[in-house]
């Protein structure tokens, strides 16, 4: 749930600074719109989106595990994939002793 506000509130954060900041990488990206700067505008759109992907390890995951501490500890008991049964349990014994 966290996650999806955090992406919510960045998109607004987004949207506002395109739509009304005097400065910044939203208002250099209207700027270069406005003269056809292409490379302009892909730069911003990159710096906005590297922004974005850094943010998940910045700030959710210190604020995931200090609200919540005991998901952390659900996911060292959570098994680490599927279990595979042993096929030389029932090989060794072959019915005859060896003595």
Request: charged share 10%; no cysteine; aromatic share 6%.
């Amino acid at each position: 749930m966290l996650r999806m506000v955090l992406g919510w509130a960045w998109t607004y954060v987004i949207v506002a600074e395109l739509i009304g900041a005097s400065s910044g990488i939203g208002h250099m990206i209207t700027d270069s719109q406005a003269l056809l700067a292409t490379d302009q505008i892909i730069f911003g759109i990159i710096v906005i989106g590297l922004i974005g992907l850094s943010e998940r390890p910045a700030v959710q995951v210190p604020i995931n595990r200090r609200l919540f501490p005991w998901a952390q500890l659900a996911m060292s008991m959570r098994p680490q994939g599927p279990r595979r049964v042993s096929s030389t349990a029932g090989s060794s014994t072959s019915g005859a002793s060896t003595a």
